[in-house]
């Protein structure tokens, strides 16, 4: 990542409810419902940010603009920036008089338990400490605050722990149902009418809270514009289906996010957490391409470092749909579907070499494609836990 004067911290502000398209068929003979995800694609963003600097300069090509770095974007609430919760972490239950969870965390197991995996090297991963009794585990916030995720990040501990996590759901989906109106009659016209799911970004205040204010939701992300101009301090720009706008403001304050927390130990470490903070795509499907076997285990170098690790055990969540319009000469038309590892998704490594390199991958690609980084799709945490002898 080359960072420096070209770098710019943004928050852009929904001014109405985004449609995050699915990718499911849509349109005449095809569907009547504009299916949401449960956030904004990293892609639908980058999108947005080149194409306002390509109104500002149009003489530059697609593939200059494809040059520009944009990555995120993360809620932010009330100058809080949150991250996606991870996927190692099963909420027991939430007391919701103390605001205190329990939390089971998810490890690696000491064989692979007669469980079939993808790899004769890997191990299946499973809640440490759980309870005798039977329990329905709760779906939890989409989002962690960075304090607490850090703190998460941070604890080779396996036993259950219980925390304030304070998190943040993601955005309610809001249906609109739309129709068309033959003027001469007044009636709606046959096979015109279709439904529309957004994702409002405007919160409600908690049940039983003191203040009863609605708060705007906003999305972070850093760009680094290289050599192109850089865009002005306030901006509109389409995000998202049907062209909705969100307002863009540079955020100099959210530097610190992007920046390595000095909290977590990881010098000397050997056992290593990766989480993607945002949805990655991989040439192998979940298996990130830069892991090869080799003397019956999936080893590799993280992209863009020297450290050398060995894929012990991963907890992933189901592939998430990534496709779109291309408007790009020659190529005008939708683009293929492809499979993102969700945001959350773990994967438990055991260090081979070069760990003291860990703290410059914060928040770093590990995507196997170049571009695909660029787009800001495969952003990596980093944390630890306590490794066995598993193989």
């Not at 033959?182 to 529309?196: D, H, I, K, N, V």
């Not at 705007?216 to 995000?239: D, K, S, T, W």
């Amino acid at each position: 990542m080359n960072m420096g004067e070209s770098t710019r911290y943004l928050r852009l502000t929904p001014l109405s409810p985004l449609i995050a398209r699915d990718s499911r068929p849509f349109g005449a003979g095809q569907g009547n419902r504009v299916r949401s995800m449960d956030w904004i694609s990293p892609s639908v963003i980058a999108g947005a940010v080149r194409t306002a600097v390509w109104k500002a300069n149009d003489t530059l090509t697609p593939e200059q603009l494809k040059t520009i770095e944009v990555y995120g974007g993360f809620p932010v609430l009330n100058e809080r920036i949150y991250l996606p919760r991870p996927l190692d972490a099963l909420i027991h239950k939430t007391d919701k008089a103390t605001g205190t969870t329990d939390v089971l965390r998810i490890r690696p197991m000491d064989g692979n338990a007669g469980v079939r995996m993808p790899h004769a090297s890997l191990v299946p991963s499973a809640p440490v400490g759980m309870p005798e009794e039977d329990f329905k585990p709760e779906s939890g916030d989409a989002f962690w605050p960075l304090a607490t995720i850090e703190e998460w990040l941070g604890c080779e501990d396996d036993q259950p722990v219980s925390m304030k996590i304070d998190g943040l759901p993601a955005p309610v989906k809001e249906d609109r149902t739309n129709v068309t109106i033959l003027p001469e009659s007044g009636a709606a016209e046959e096979a015109r009418l279709f439904t529309t799911t957004g994702l409002d970004f405007v919160r409600k205040p908690k049940e039983g809270a003191s203040e009863g204010r609605l708060s705007q939701m906003r999305i972070g992300v850093r760009v680094n514009f290289g050599e192109y101009a850089l865009l002005p301090e306030r901006l509109l720009v389409p995000l998202g289906g049907e062209r909705r706008l969100a307002e863009v403001r540079t955020a100099k304050a959210d530097k610190g996010f992007w920046e390595v927390p000095k909290s977590l130990p990881w010098a000397g470490k050997k056992w290593l957490r990766m989480v993607l903070a945002t949805p990655a795509v991989f040439e192998r499907g979940w298996l990130p391409g830069w892991l090869q076997e080799k003397d019956g285990k999936l080893t590799g170098t993280i992209p863009g470092s020297g450290v050398s690790v060995r894929l012990v055990s991963a907890v992933v969540g189901r592939w998430k749909p990534l496709s779109g319009w291309s408007y790009e000469k020659g190529r005008n038309g939708p683009k293929a579907l492809r499979r993102m590892v969700p945001a959350g998704s773990v994967y438990f490594f055991e260090v081979l070499e070069g760990g003291e390199g860990i703290a410059d991958l914060w928040l770093h690609s590990v995507c196997d494609c170049q571009q695909d980084g660029r787009d800001g799709f495969g952003l990596a945490l980093w944390g630890l836990w306590r490794g066995r002898q598993t193989a």
